[in-house]
């Protein structure tokens, strides 16, 4: 088998719809943080996305992978179906850009995103918060600026599509659109 790459947009036939089937029947990604020392990190968390591709997972605000993000926003994300069997057609994705934890109104959206894919965590936030005397996990979004997607039955054996992610207009509510003002 030969590998091949080809460049693609949003809107290149499969690709959407690809990645929208695969992101639907994953839950858990792995985050890939920079280090200090410039080495790697990696930890896996449970995700949601929006229609807009912006994806989030929450986390505590002391773990090494939320400290690292705060000093160096910098990292990529993996996601691909683990029940895939060797020698069958695999599909899987490859995301880059930069994570920030959320506060204020991009906090408020993420939850609401992470409340519709998973039904019990509104649930999970006031048990938790029980428990611990405050919810302490934090929501964290993930914005990618380019995706590589993996899809065999869709694009072929061994074809990887690389695919920049235009920017997105930020939001009136984004924390750092009012610091600006």
């Known amino acids: 088998m030969s590998v091949r790459t080809i460049r693609g947009t949003l809107a290149t036939p499969g690709v959407r719809s690809g990645l929208s089937s695969l992101l639907a029947g994953t839950k858990l990604c792995a985050v890939a943080s920079v280090a200090p020392d410039g080495g790697a990190h990696i930890n896996t968390a449970y995700f949601a996305v929006s229609a807009d591709l912006a994806f989030y997972f929450f986390s505590y605000p002391t773990s090494r992978h939320a400290r690292?993000?705060?000093?160096?926003?910098?990292?990529?994300?993996?996601i691909y179906d683990s029940r895939q069997v060797w020698g069958r057609p695999d599909r899987g994705v490859q995301l880059f850009g930069t994570t920030r934890q959320l506060s204020g109104e991009a906090a408020k959206r993420a939850a609401r995103v992470y409340a519709r894919r998973f039904r019990g965590f509104r649930g999970w936030v006031r048990s938790a918060s029980a428990a611990e005397g405050a919810f302490r996990l934090v929501p964290f979004g993930f914005?990618?600026?380019?995706?590589?997607?993996?899809?065999?039955?869709?694009?072929?054996?061994?074809?990887?599509?690389?695919?920049?992610?235009?920017?997105?207009?930020?939001?009136?509510?984004?924390?750092?659109?009012?610091?600006?003002?």
């Open 68 to 78: 690292f993000v705060r000093r160096n926003p910098r990292t990529a994300v993996a």
């Open 143 to 181: 914005t990618p600026r380019a995706l590589t997607l993996f899809d065999e039955r869709r694009f072929g054996s061994g074809v990887f599509v690389n695919v920049r992610i235009p920017r997105r207009k930020r939001r009136a509510s984004s924390p750092r659109r009012r610091a600006r003002s």
